[in-house]
C-alpha cells in the first residue's frame, strides 16, 4: 500500500526550533522543552543567535549553520521576520514550517493579510508546505512530538483535528482523564497551505486512528470538506465541533483565525448527510470520544435505567426523554421474573428502576440492571452510581461500593455509568465519601467502563451513538 502522501509530516528526521529562546516563559522555550521531554527521537536544533545553549542543547545562530539536514521547521519570529525565514529554510532544503508565529489575516489588518498572501506566494516558489500560521503545530506522542508540556504522553487510537490549539490541550487532557489518548493531533489555526481536509483525509487513511475528532471555527473549502468528511464518515467515527456557531461566536472565530462562519443549521444539515456525528460541547466532544472508545455498537434508543431513587428516577427519565431515548415500560417478563424472585414489588417497580422501594436484601441495583441487560427489549443500560453518604456506609471499602451494581458482568449491552461531579473545596479532601467516589472512578477506568457526570450527557452521547450505527446500518 503507498505511503499517504501526508506521511512525512509526522515523522521527521530533525526539527528546528527558529526563535528558540532560553527564557521559560516564552513559548520557544515551550516547544524546544516539549521535544525533548515527549522524547522526540529525531534531532533538535534550537536556533538563536543569543543564545549558545537552550534547555541543554547547542543553540546554533542561524538555520544555515546546522550541520545536518532539516526537515521541519518551527517558526516562532515575529511575522515581519517569516519571509527571510522562508529562504533561508529554502536555502536549507526545509520540507516543513510550522508557523506557530501569528498577527497576520486574524487580525483583519490588510497589511497583515497581504504579508500573510506574500508568505504563501513564497513557500509554494520554493515548495515548503506551511502549518499555520497562528497555531500549535503537530502532537505525536508516538513519535515524541509535542508543543505543551501539559499533553498526555500516552498515545492511544483517536485522532485530532483543531483549528484551535488551546481547544487540543483541553479535550486531550479531559479525555485522559477518561482513559481516551491520542494517535496523531494538529493545531493548524489560518490554514493557509495545509487546511482541515488534507488533515481529516490523513486521519481517514491512517492505521493508528480509530476514531477522528474535529474542532472547526470556519472552513477553506465547504464543498471539498464536505466530501472529505462523507469518505471518512464511511470508513471510521467522524465526531465534530463547530464553533462560530453564534453571531457573537462567529465574531471570536474571525479575530480567532480569520474564519467565516455559516449557517447553523445548514451546518447540522450537511453534517448529518456526511455522516458525521455533530457536538454541541467540548465537553460533549469528549463524552462522544469515551463512548465510542469504549461502548460497543448501539443498536437502538431504548434504554433501561436503575440505581435511582425517587425523584431521581423521575428526573432521569426525564433526561432521558429529553435526549430522544424512548424510556420504555418494564417488560412483562422482568415483572414474572421478579415475581419468581420473590419480590413483592414486582407490579410496582418500573423503568427507571426506583430502587429505595425494594425490600428484599438479595436482590440489589445490579440485578435490575442484570436482567434489563440480558432483555431483549433494552439496547442500552444507564447506572446511576448513587454516592454513599449515611453515615452507617462510613467504613465501607470500594469493593462494596461498586460490588452491588455488578457492572463488570453487563456485557450483554453497552453500559454507560453515571457518576455526579461534586463541587468540592479543599475542606473536603479528607471525606470518606469522596474518596470512594474517587476509587470508584479509578476502578472504572481500569475497567473500561465509561463514565458521565450526569445522566442528560450519559443518554445524550447514547443516543447519538445509537443514531450513527442506524445510518450506518442503513447504508449497508
Not at 8 to 27: C, D, E, K, M, W
Not at 260 to 272: K, N, R, V
Not at 456 to 463: L, P
Request: charged share 20%; aromatic share 8%.
Amino acid at each position: 500500500m503507498l505511503a499517504h502522501p501526508l506521511e512525512y509530516l509526522f515523522h521527521p528526521q530533525s526539527i528546528a526550533v527558529v526563535g528558540a529562546s532560553g527564557n521559560p516563559n516564552a513559548q520557544g522555550y515551550g516547544f524546544t522543552t516539549a521535544l525533548i521531554e515527549y522524547g522526540y527521537r529525531g534531532l533538535i536544533y534550537p536556533v538563536n543567535p543569543k543564545y549558545e545553549n537552550i534547555a541543554g542543547l547547542k543553540a546554533y545562530p542561524s538555520l544555515e549553520e546546522i550541520p545536518g539536514p532539516v526537515d521541519y521547521v518551527i517558526s516562532c519570529v515575529p511575522a515581519p521576520h517569516v519571509l527571510r525565514l522562508l529562504k533561508d529554510c529554502a536555502r536549507k532544503g526545509v520540507k516543513v514550517v510550522h508557523l506557530y508565529t501569528a498577527r497576520f489575516s486574524e487580525t483583519g489588518r490588510p497589511e497583515a493579510v497581504q504579508l500573510e498572501r506574500e508568505v504563501l506566494q513564497l513557500a509554494r516558489t520554493h515548495g515548503i508546505r506551511l502549518i499555520g500560521p497562528n497555531c500549535m503545530g503537530l502532537y505525536c506522542p508516538k513519535e515524541g512530538i509535542a508543543f505543551s508540556d501539559a499533553l498526555p504522553k500516552q498515545a492511544g487510537p483517536v485522532g485530532l483535528v483543531s483549528q484551535s490549539g488551546q481547544a487540543v490541550e483541553e479535550i486531550t487532557r479531559f479525555a485522559a482523564l477518561r482513559n481516551v489518548f491520542f494517535s496523531k493531533v494538529i493545531s493548524y489555526g489560518n490554514a493557509i497551505d495545509f487546511n482541515e481536509c488534507d488533515f481529516l483525509d490523513y486521519l481517514t487513511h491512517d492505521p493508528e486512528t480509530a476514531l477522528i475528532l474535529m474542532y472547526i471555527e470556519g472552513l477553506r473549502d465547504g464543498r471539498r470538506f464536505f466530501h472529505t468528511v462523507r469518505r471518512a464518515a464511511a470508513t471510521k467515527p467522524v465526531v465534530i465541533l463547530k464553533g462560530g456557531r453564534g453571531e457573537s461566536g462567529a465574531r471570536a472565530a474571525a479575530s480567532h483565525t480569520a474564519s467565516l462562519a455559516g449557517s447553523t443549521q445548514i451546518w447540522d444539515l450537511a453534517m448529518a448527510q456526511a455522516g458525521a456525528i455533530s457536538a454541541d460541547s467540548l465537553e460533549e466532544l469528549v463524552d462522544l470520544a469515551v463512548s465510542f472508545r469504549f461502548l460497543p455498537p448501539v443498536k437502538g434508543r431504548r434504554v433501561g435505567v436503575a440505581g435511582g431513587a425517587g425523584g431521581a428516577s423521575v428526573l432521569a427519565a426525564d433526561q432521558c426523554e429529553k435526549a430522544g431515548l424512548a424510556v420504555i415500560p418494564l417488560p412483562p417478563e422482568c415483572r414474572e421474573e421478579l415475581k419468581a424472585k420473590g419480590i413483592t414489588i414486582w407490579d410496582w417497580i418500573g423503568n427507571p428502576a426506583d430502587m429505595s422501594i425494594r425490600e428484599a436484601p438479595g436482590f440489589d441495583v445490579g440485578d435490575m440492571l442484570e436482567m434489563m441487560a440480558k432483555n431483549d427489549n433494552f439496547d442500552v443500560i444507564i447506572a446511576i452510581l448513587g454516592e454513599p453518604h449515611h453515615e452507617r456506609q462510613r467504613g465501607m471499602s470500594v469493593d462494596d461500593y461498586l460490588g452491588g451494581y455488578k457492572l463488570k458482568q453487563i456485557t450483554d449491552k453497552p453500559l454507560l455509568a453515571v457518576m455526579g461531579e461534586r463541587g468540592l473545596g479543599i475542606h473536603n479532601y479528607d471525606d470518606w465519601n469522596w474518596k470512594i467516589m474517587y476509587e470508584a472512578r479509578t476502578r472504572l477506568l481500569a475497567d473500561d467502563i465509561p463514565f458521565y457526570p450526569t445522566i442528560g450527557r450519559a443518554a445524550m452521547a447514547a443516543r447519538k451513538l445509537a443514531d450513527y450505527y442506524q445510518r450506518k446500518e442503513i447504508a449497508r
